[in-house]
Protein backbone atom coordinates (compact mmCIF):
# COMPACT_ATOMS: atom_id res chain seq x y z
CA UNK A 1 0.00 0.00 0.00
CA UNK A 2 0.93 3.89 -0.53
CA UNK A 3 -0.47 6.65 0.74
CA UNK A 4 -3.44 8.29 -0.83
CA UNK A 5 -2.93 11.18 -3.62
CA UNK A 6 -5.51 13.62 -2.29
CA UNK A 7 -6.89 15.20 -5.56
CA UNK A 8 -10.28 15.72 -5.84
CA UNK A 9 -11.48 14.87 -9.51
CA UNK A 10 -13.62 17.21 -11.98
CA UNK A 11 -16.71 17.34 -12.27
CA UNK A 12 -18.02 15.56 -15.30
CA UNK A 13 -19.54 17.28 -18.43
CA UNK A 14 -22.82 17.91 -19.77
CA UNK A 15 -24.51 18.61 -22.78
CA UNK A 16 -25.49 22.68 -22.57
CA UNK A 17 -29.08 21.38 -24.17
CA UNK A 18 -31.08 23.09 -26.71
CA UNK A 19 -32.26 25.43 -23.88
CA UNK A 20 -28.74 27.27 -23.01
CA UNK A 21 -30.50 30.31 -24.13
CA UNK A 22 -32.03 30.95 -20.87
CA UNK A 23 -29.11 30.39 -18.81
CA UNK A 24 -26.82 32.25 -20.84
CA UNK A 25 -28.73 34.42 -23.12
CA UNK A 26 -31.68 34.51 -22.16
CA UNK A 27 -33.01 37.24 -24.18
CA UNK A 28 -32.68 34.59 -27.40
CA UNK A 29 -34.92 32.50 -25.80
CA UNK A 30 -37.52 34.93 -25.81
CA UNK A 31 -37.43 36.91 -22.46
CA UNK A 32 -35.57 39.90 -20.41
CA UNK A 33 -34.79 39.16 -16.46
CA UNK A 34 -31.88 40.53 -16.28
CA UNK A 35 -30.60 44.06 -15.87
CA UNK A 36 -27.12 43.19 -17.46
CA UNK A 37 -26.93 40.86 -19.58
CA UNK A 38 -23.65 39.57 -21.17
CA UNK A 39 -23.54 40.07 -25.00
CA UNK A 40 -21.52 39.70 -28.04
CA UNK A 41 -20.19 43.25 -27.85
CA UNK A 42 -16.81 43.22 -26.76
CA UNK A 43 -15.62 46.41 -27.49
CA UNK A 44 -17.16 50.17 -26.45
CA UNK A 45 -16.20 53.45 -27.23
CA UNK A 46 -12.87 53.61 -25.40
CA UNK A 47 -11.71 50.33 -26.32
CA UNK A 48 -7.99 50.60 -28.03
CA UNK A 49 -7.56 49.10 -31.52
CA UNK A 50 -8.92 47.86 -34.69
CA UNK A 51 -12.80 47.28 -34.51
CA UNK A 52 -13.53 43.79 -36.44
CA UNK A 53 -16.65 41.68 -36.69
CA UNK A 54 -16.50 38.03 -36.77
CA UNK A 55 -19.30 35.96 -38.33
CA UNK A 56 -19.68 32.67 -39.45
CA UNK A 57 -21.73 29.52 -38.59
CA UNK A 58 -20.97 26.11 -36.64
CA UNK A 59 -21.65 22.82 -39.63
CA UNK A 60 -22.58 19.67 -38.33
CA UNK A 61 -21.34 16.08 -39.78
CA UNK A 62 -24.41 16.54 -42.72
CA UNK A 63 -23.25 20.30 -43.96
CA UNK A 64 -26.69 21.24 -41.60
CA UNK A 65 -25.37 24.76 -39.80
CA UNK A 66 -26.32 24.70 -36.19
CA UNK A 67 -29.00 27.22 -35.30
CA UNK A 68 -28.97 26.40 -31.59
CA UNK A 69 -24.98 26.65 -30.58
CA UNK A 70 -23.17 28.62 -27.99
CA UNK A 71 -20.22 30.77 -28.95
CA UNK A 72 -18.07 31.96 -26.51
CA UNK A 73 -14.70 34.08 -27.42
CA UNK A 74 -11.74 34.77 -25.05
CA UNK A 75 -8.90 37.49 -26.47
CA UNK A 76 -6.31 39.68 -25.66
CA UNK A 77 -6.31 43.41 -26.29
CA UNK A 78 -4.75 45.36 -29.13
CA UNK A 79 -1.15 45.12 -27.12
CA UNK A 80 -1.61 41.58 -27.06
CA UNK A 81 -2.60 41.22 -23.29
CA UNK A 82 -4.69 39.77 -21.36
CA UNK A 83 -6.61 41.40 -18.69
CA UNK A 84 -5.93 38.84 -16.11
CA UNK A 85 -3.70 38.75 -13.28
CA UNK A 86 -1.55 35.80 -14.53
CA UNK A 87 -0.84 37.71 -17.74
CA UNK A 88 2.71 39.51 -16.44
CA UNK A 89 4.51 39.97 -19.61
CA UNK A 90 6.22 43.16 -20.02
CA UNK A 91 4.94 44.52 -22.95
CA UNK A 92 1.67 46.38 -23.51
CA UNK A 93 -0.86 47.28 -21.29
CA UNK A 94 -4.13 45.95 -20.13
CA UNK A 95 -6.89 47.84 -21.32
CA UNK A 96 -9.49 48.91 -18.66
CA UNK A 97 -11.94 49.17 -21.64
CA UNK A 98 -11.63 45.65 -22.83
CA UNK A 99 -12.47 42.37 -20.73
CA UNK A 100 -11.80 40.52 -23.84
CA UNK A 101 -14.55 37.94 -23.56
CA UNK A 102 -17.93 37.85 -25.17
CA UNK A 103 -20.97 35.14 -25.41
CA UNK A 104 -23.43 34.71 -28.83
CA UNK A 105 -25.74 32.48 -30.21
CA UNK A 106 -26.20 31.21 -33.80
CA UNK A 107 -29.64 32.55 -35.01
CA UNK A 108 -32.28 30.69 -34.59
CA UNK A 109 -33.43 31.53 -38.38
CA UNK A 110 -29.66 32.32 -40.38
CA UNK A 111 -27.87 30.17 -38.36
CA UNK A 112 -25.04 32.68 -38.39
CA UNK A 113 -23.26 34.26 -35.09
CA UNK A 114 -21.81 37.58 -35.25
CA UNK A 115 -18.69 39.19 -32.78
CA UNK A 116 -18.19 42.68 -32.51
CA UNK A 117 -14.86 43.11 -31.41
CA UNK A 118 -11.22 44.58 -31.64
CA UNK A 119 -8.10 42.50 -33.42
CA UNK A 120 -6.06 41.42 -30.57
CA UNK A 121 -2.12 41.93 -30.70
CA UNK A 122 0.57 39.17 -30.30
CA UNK A 123 0.84 37.30 -27.45
CA UNK A 124 3.87 35.77 -25.95
CA UNK A 125 3.59 31.73 -25.74
CA UNK A 126 5.47 29.07 -24.15
CA UNK A 127 9.17 29.32 -24.30
CA UNK A 128 9.52 32.85 -25.35
CA UNK A 129 7.72 31.88 -28.89
CA UNK A 130 5.17 34.83 -30.01
CA UNK A 131 1.62 33.20 -30.88
CA UNK A 132 -0.04 35.37 -33.94
CA UNK A 133 -2.87 37.03 -33.33
CA UNK A 134 -5.82 34.83 -32.65
CA UNK A 135 -8.98 34.55 -30.32
CA UNK A 136 -9.96 31.59 -28.60
CA UNK A 137 -13.08 29.89 -29.03
CA UNK A 138 -15.48 27.84 -26.95
CA UNK A 139 -18.41 25.92 -28.66
CA UNK A 140 -21.35 24.12 -26.96
CA UNK A 141 -25.11 23.03 -28.05
CA UNK A 142 -27.41 20.01 -27.79
CA UNK A 143 -25.29 16.78 -28.60
CA UNK A 144 -22.06 18.15 -27.75
CA UNK A 145 -20.77 16.13 -24.53
CA UNK A 146 -18.03 18.56 -23.10
CA UNK A 147 -17.35 22.07 -25.05
CA UNK A 148 -15.24 22.05 -27.80
CA UNK A 149 -11.90 24.20 -27.84
CA UNK A 150 -10.37 25.82 -30.75
CA UNK A 151 -8.54 29.01 -32.20
CA UNK A 152 -9.36 31.39 -34.69
CA UNK A 153 -5.95 32.83 -36.43
CA UNK A 154 -6.49 35.88 -38.99
CA UNK A 155 -5.51 35.55 -42.48
CA UNK A 156 -3.73 38.56 -43.30
CA UNK A 157 -1.21 38.17 -40.78
CA UNK A 158 0.01 34.92 -43.05
CA UNK A 159 4.04 35.91 -42.07
CA UNK A 160 3.07 35.30 -37.99
CA UNK A 161 0.73 32.58 -38.62
CA UNK A 162 3.65 30.77 -40.20
CA UNK A 163 5.29 31.20 -37.38
CA UNK A 164 2.85 30.02 -34.96
CA UNK A 165 3.33 27.73 -32.53
CA UNK A 166 0.13 26.06 -32.32
CA UNK A 167 -0.81 26.30 -35.92
CA UNK A 168 2.84 24.08 -36.50
CA UNK A 169 1.71 21.73 -34.18
CA UNK A 170 -0.63 20.41 -36.60
CA UNK A 171 0.87 18.07 -38.81
CA UNK A 172 -1.68 18.13 -41.77
CA UNK A 173 -0.74 21.43 -43.42
CA UNK A 174 -3.87 21.53 -44.90
CA UNK A 175 -5.95 21.53 -42.08
CA UNK A 176 -4.47 24.34 -40.46
CA UNK A 177 -6.51 26.43 -42.66
CA UNK A 178 -9.45 25.45 -40.44
CA UNK A 179 -8.45 27.67 -37.96
CA UNK A 180 -7.72 30.98 -40.31
CA UNK A 181 -10.58 33.53 -40.71
CA UNK A 182 -10.74 35.45 -44.28
CA UNK A 183 -11.41 39.18 -44.20
CA UNK A 184 -13.38 41.06 -46.03
CA UNK A 185 -13.02 44.35 -46.10
CA UNK A 186 -16.17 45.65 -48.08
CA UNK A 187 -17.92 47.17 -45.94
CA UNK A 188 -17.29 50.26 -43.50
CA UNK A 189 -15.94 47.83 -40.53
CA UNK A 190 -13.59 44.47 -42.20
CA UNK A 191 -15.49 41.16 -41.34
CA UNK A 192 -13.95 38.15 -40.47
CA UNK A 193 -15.68 34.94 -41.65
CA UNK A 194 -15.15 32.20 -39.55
CA UNK A 195 -17.01 28.76 -39.79
CA UNK A 196 -16.85 26.12 -37.46
CA UNK A 197 -17.03 22.23 -38.95
CA UNK A 198 -17.97 20.00 -36.33
CA UNK A 199 -17.30 16.63 -38.54
CA UNK A 200 -16.29 15.15 -41.64
CA UNK A 201 -14.49 17.26 -44.57
CA UNK A 202 -12.36 20.18 -43.35
CA UNK A 203 -13.19 19.17 -40.10
CA UNK A 204 -12.09 22.09 -37.62
CA UNK A 205 -9.31 21.68 -35.52
CA UNK A 206 -10.85 21.09 -31.87
CA UNK A 207 -8.00 21.22 -29.13
CA UNK A 208 -7.62 19.31 -25.75
CA UNK A 209 -6.34 22.53 -23.86
CA UNK B 1 -0.01 28.29 -13.72
CA UNK B 2 -1.07 25.70 -16.16
CA UNK B 3 -4.10 22.97 -15.38
CA UNK B 4 -3.59 19.67 -15.19
CA UNK B 5 -4.14 17.32 -18.40
CA UNK B 6 -7.99 17.55 -18.21
CA UNK B 7 -8.78 13.06 -16.98
CA UNK B 8 -10.87 11.89 -20.23
CA UNK B 9 -11.70 9.11 -18.69
CA UNK B 10 -13.97 10.70 -16.40
CA UNK B 11 -15.56 12.93 -18.95
CA UNK B 12 -17.89 11.77 -21.70
CA UNK B 13 -16.52 11.29 -24.98
CA UNK B 14 -17.88 13.39 -28.45
CA UNK B 15 -19.69 10.32 -29.99
CA UNK B 16 -21.65 8.85 -27.85
CA UNK B 17 -24.91 7.17 -30.23
CA UNK B 18 -27.06 6.72 -27.21
CA UNK B 19 -27.58 10.11 -27.51
CA UNK B 20 -28.55 10.35 -31.21
CA UNK B 21 -27.87 14.24 -31.76
CA UNK B 22 -23.81 13.66 -30.68
CA UNK B 23 -23.42 11.49 -33.77
CA UNK B 24 -23.41 14.45 -36.31
CA UNK B 25 -22.27 17.19 -34.04
CA UNK B 26 -19.20 14.91 -32.28
CA UNK B 27 -15.80 15.42 -34.27
CA UNK B 28 -14.16 12.79 -36.12
CA UNK B 29 -10.26 13.61 -35.24
CA UNK B 30 -8.53 13.40 -32.45
CA UNK B 31 -8.35 16.42 -30.37
CA UNK B 32 -5.09 18.06 -30.78
CA UNK B 33 -3.26 18.21 -27.17
CA UNK B 34 -2.06 21.88 -26.73
CA UNK B 35 -0.19 22.79 -23.55
CA UNK B 36 -1.26 25.83 -21.77
CA UNK B 37 0.16 29.36 -22.99
CA UNK B 38 -1.75 32.50 -21.67
CA UNK B 39 -4.46 32.11 -23.45
CA UNK B 40 -5.72 29.11 -21.71
CA UNK B 41 -4.58 29.85 -17.93
CA UNK B 42 -5.93 33.47 -18.29
CA UNK B 43 -9.67 33.91 -18.34
CA UNK B 44 -12.84 36.74 -18.08
CA UNK B 45 -13.09 37.97 -14.31
CA UNK B 46 -17.01 39.45 -13.23
CA UNK B 47 -17.64 41.55 -10.68
CA UNK B 48 -20.87 41.53 -7.95
CA UNK B 49 -21.82 44.70 -9.53
CA UNK B 50 -22.53 43.14 -13.00
CA UNK B 51 -25.05 40.90 -11.03
CA UNK B 52 -28.64 41.86 -9.59
CA UNK B 53 -29.78 41.68 -6.26
CA UNK B 54 -32.62 39.25 -6.96
CA UNK B 55 -30.38 36.95 -9.78
CA UNK B 56 -29.89 34.10 -7.29
CA UNK B 57 -33.21 33.65 -6.23
CA UNK B 58 -35.36 32.08 -9.12
CA UNK B 59 -38.36 31.81 -6.92
CA UNK B 60 -38.56 35.50 -7.15
CA UNK B 61 -36.63 36.79 -9.85
CA UNK B 62 -39.59 36.83 -12.96
CA UNK B 63 -42.40 36.76 -10.00
CA UNK B 64 -45.30 38.78 -11.45
CA UNK B 65 -48.27 38.21 -9.04
CA UNK B 66 -47.11 35.48 -6.54
CA UNK B 67 -44.29 32.79 -6.36
CA UNK B 68 -43.84 30.06 -8.94
CA UNK B 69 -45.85 26.94 -8.23
CA UNK B 70 -43.48 23.64 -6.88
CA UNK B 71 -41.52 22.99 -4.71
CA UNK B 72 -39.45 25.53 -2.53
CA UNK B 73 -35.50 24.07 -2.50
CA UNK B 74 -32.13 25.76 -1.91
CA UNK B 75 -29.20 24.76 -3.85
CA UNK B 76 -26.09 25.09 -2.49
CA UNK B 77 -22.03 24.20 -2.18
CA UNK B 78 -18.94 24.84 -3.03
CA UNK B 79 -17.11 25.57 -6.47
CA UNK B 80 -13.34 23.89 -5.68
CA UNK B 81 -10.36 22.74 -7.94
CA UNK B 82 -9.23 19.45 -7.90
CA UNK B 83 -6.14 20.50 -5.44
CA UNK B 84 -9.17 20.66 -3.41
CA UNK B 85 -8.77 24.46 -2.86
CA UNK B 86 -11.70 26.89 -3.15
CA UNK B 87 -12.44 28.80 -6.90
CA UNK B 88 -13.40 32.31 -5.01
CA UNK B 89 -14.76 35.35 -7.08
CA UNK B 90 -16.44 33.09 -9.73
CA UNK B 91 -18.93 33.22 -12.42
CA UNK B 92 -21.62 30.41 -11.36
CA UNK B 93 -25.14 30.24 -13.97
CA UNK B 94 -27.68 27.87 -13.94
CA UNK B 95 -31.04 27.24 -15.75
CA UNK B 96 -33.81 25.07 -15.65
CA UNK B 97 -37.59 24.02 -16.29
CA UNK B 98 -40.17 24.86 -14.53
CA UNK B 99 -41.95 22.51 -12.05
CA UNK B 100 -44.05 20.43 -14.79
CA UNK B 101 -40.84 20.39 -16.69
CA UNK B 102 -41.46 23.21 -19.53
CA UNK B 103 -38.79 25.76 -20.24
CA UNK B 104 -39.56 29.61 -20.80
CA UNK B 105 -38.19 28.83 -23.99
CA UNK B 106 -39.73 29.65 -27.62
CA UNK B 107 -38.51 26.67 -28.86
CA UNK B 108 -39.66 24.30 -26.28
CA UNK B 109 -43.54 23.43 -27.16
CA UNK B 110 -43.98 20.03 -24.46
CA UNK B 111 -47.45 20.91 -23.61
CA UNK B 112 -46.93 21.15 -19.99
CA UNK B 113 -47.67 24.82 -19.26
CA UNK B 114 -45.58 27.70 -18.51
CA UNK B 115 -45.78 29.50 -15.35
CA UNK B 116 -46.24 33.20 -15.46
CA UNK B 117 -44.21 33.71 -12.18
CA UNK B 118 -41.05 31.76 -12.94
CA UNK B 119 -38.31 32.29 -15.80
CA UNK B 120 -35.87 29.78 -14.83
CA UNK B 121 -32.30 30.91 -14.86
CA UNK B 122 -30.15 32.85 -12.07
CA UNK B 123 -26.51 33.56 -11.43
CA UNK B 124 -24.01 33.89 -8.63
CA UNK B 125 -20.50 34.57 -7.35
CA UNK B 126 -18.42 32.16 -5.58
CA UNK B 127 -17.40 34.24 -2.40
CA UNK B 128 -13.77 34.16 -0.93
CA UNK B 129 -14.39 30.33 -0.06
CA UNK B 130 -16.27 29.53 -3.30
CA UNK B 131 -19.43 28.95 -1.31
CA UNK B 132 -22.24 29.83 -3.65
CA UNK B 133 -26.03 29.26 -3.14
CA UNK B 134 -29.53 30.35 -4.77
CA UNK B 135 -33.20 29.72 -4.04
CA UNK B 136 -35.67 28.20 -6.81
CA UNK B 137 -38.47 25.17 -7.53
CA UNK B 138 -37.79 21.85 -8.32
CA UNK B 139 -37.71 21.10 -11.83
CA UNK B 140 -40.05 18.24 -13.67
CA UNK B 141 -38.85 15.81 -15.58
CA UNK B 142 -40.23 16.06 -19.46
CA UNK B 143 -39.82 14.05 -22.23
CA UNK B 144 -37.52 14.79 -25.16
CA UNK B 145 -37.09 12.92 -28.50
CA UNK B 146 -33.79 10.83 -28.23
CA UNK B 147 -35.89 7.28 -28.45
CA UNK B 148 -39.57 7.13 -28.78
CA UNK B 149 -40.03 7.32 -24.99
CA UNK B 150 -37.47 9.19 -23.17
CA UNK B 151 -38.10 11.23 -20.16
CA UNK B 152 -35.21 13.36 -18.57
CA UNK B 153 -34.84 12.99 -15.37
CA UNK B 154 -35.62 16.46 -12.89
CA UNK B 155 -32.05 18.59 -13.66
CA UNK B 156 -30.63 21.81 -13.35
CA UNK B 157 -28.09 23.33 -15.77
CA UNK B 158 -24.92 24.86 -14.68
CA UNK B 159 -22.20 26.94 -16.06
CA UNK B 160 -18.98 27.59 -14.69
CA UNK B 161 -16.03 29.90 -15.46
CA UNK B 162 -13.14 29.24 -12.97
CA UNK B 163 -10.33 31.36 -13.38
CA UNK B 164 -8.61 30.03 -16.99
CA UNK B 165 -10.69 29.81 -20.03
CA UNK B 166 -9.19 25.92 -19.83
CA UNK B 167 -11.64 25.25 -16.70
CA UNK B 168 -14.90 26.73 -18.35
CA UNK B 169 -17.57 24.05 -17.39
CA UNK B 170 -21.28 23.52 -18.26
CA UNK B 171 -23.39 20.46 -16.68
CA UNK B 172 -26.29 19.07 -15.12
CA UNK B 173 -26.98 18.65 -11.65
CA UNK B 174 -29.43 15.84 -10.62
CA UNK B 175 -31.68 14.71 -7.80
CA UNK B 176 -31.02 12.25 -4.99
CA UNK B 177 -33.57 9.72 -5.56
CA UNK B 178 -34.90 10.27 -8.93
CA UNK B 179 -35.58 6.71 -10.78
CA UNK B 180 -35.56 8.22 -14.00
CA UNK B 181 -31.74 8.88 -13.69
CA UNK B 182 -30.56 5.24 -14.43
CA UNK B 183 -32.44 5.64 -17.85
CA UNK B 184 -30.88 8.77 -18.93
CA UNK B 185 -29.05 8.22 -22.21
CA UNK B 186 -27.44 11.75 -21.50
CA UNK B 187 -26.37 10.99 -18.14
CA UNK B 188 -25.23 7.89 -19.41
CA UNK B 189 -22.33 8.73 -21.57
CA UNK B 190 -20.27 9.85 -18.69
CA UNK B 191 -17.95 6.54 -18.95
CA UNK B 192 -17.55 6.27 -15.35
CA UNK B 193 -20.13 5.36 -12.23
CA UNK B 194 -18.45 7.04 -9.40
CA UNK B 195 -18.53 10.51 -11.88
CA UNK B 196 -22.14 10.22 -12.58
CA UNK B 197 -22.57 9.96 -8.79
CA UNK B 198 -20.69 13.15 -8.61
CA UNK B 199 -23.66 14.92 -10.54
CA UNK B 200 -26.67 13.59 -8.16
CA UNK B 201 -26.99 16.19 -5.45
CA UNK B 202 -28.14 14.84 -1.86
CA UNK B 203 -30.78 15.90 0.26
CA UNK B 204 -28.92 17.86 2.63
CA UNK B 205 -31.54 18.86 6.26
CA UNK B 206 -28.51 21.04 7.67
CA UNK B 207 -28.96 23.53 4.99
CA UNK B 208 -33.00 23.35 4.83
CA UNK B 209 -34.52 26.61 6.13
CA UNK B 210 -37.39 24.63 8.53
CA UNK B 211 -41.29 25.11 7.42
CA UNK B 212 -39.94 26.82 4.23
CA UNK B 213 -37.42 25.21 1.75
CA UNK B 214 -35.38 21.75 1.34
CA UNK B 215 -31.83 22.37 0.12
CA UNK B 216 -29.80 19.83 -2.02
CA UNK B 217 -25.74 20.21 -1.84
CA UNK B 218 -24.23 20.36 -5.36
CA UNK B 219 -20.02 20.71 -5.41
CA UNK B 220 -18.30 21.97 -8.47
CA UNK B 221 -14.98 20.38 -9.23
CA UNK B 222 -12.80 22.38 -11.89
CA UNK B 223 -9.07 21.38 -12.59
CA UNK B 224 -6.78 22.11 -10.39
CA UNK B 225 -3.28 24.68 -11.26
CA UNK B 226 0.00 23.07 -10.78
CA UNK B 227 2.05 24.19 -8.26
CA UNK B 228 5.58 22.79 -8.46
CA UNK B 229 8.63 24.50 -8.17
CA UNK B 230 9.94 23.33 -11.20
CA UNK B 231 7.43 25.32 -13.14
CA UNK B 232 7.09 25.53 -16.61
CA UNK B 233 7.82 28.98 -18.09
CA UNK B 234 4.14 30.19 -20.28
CA UNK B 235 6.00 33.03 -21.32
CA UNK B 236 9.66 35.68 -21.58
CA UNK B 237 10.36 38.07 -19.69
Same mark, same amino acid.
Not at chain 2, 162 to 186: H, N, V, W
Given at each position: ???????????????????????????????? *???????? *????????????????????????????????????????????????????????????????????????????? *???????????????????????????????????????????????????????????????????????????????????????????? | ????????????????????? %??????????????? %??????????????? =????????????????????????? =????????????????????????????????????????? +??????????????????????????????????????????? +?????????????? +????????????????????????????????? %??????????????????? %???????????
Amino acid at each position: MVQNLDYLKETASQTAGPYVHIGLIPKQAGFD *IFENNFTN *ILADENTRGERIIIEGRVIDGTGTPLRDALLEIWQANADGRYNHELDRQKSGKVDDDFRGWGRTGTDFDTAVYRFET *IKPGVVSGRNNRDMAPHINFWIVARGINIGLNTRMYFADEADKNANDPVLNLIEQHERRKTLIASRDDSGPVPVYRFDIVLQGENETVFFDI | MEFYQRDRTLQPAGYTPIYKT %SVARSPRQSLLSLQG %SLSEVTGPVFGQNEL =GPLDNDLIRNYAKDCDPIGERIIVH =GRVLDENNRPVPNTLVEFWQANAGGRYRHKKDTYLAPIDPN +FGGCGRALTDENGYYFFRTIKPGPYPWRNYVNSWRPAHIHFSV +FGSGFAQRLITQMY +FEGDPLIKECPIVHVIPDEDAINRLIAPIDLNG %SVPLDTIAYKFDIVLRGRR %STLFENRLEGN
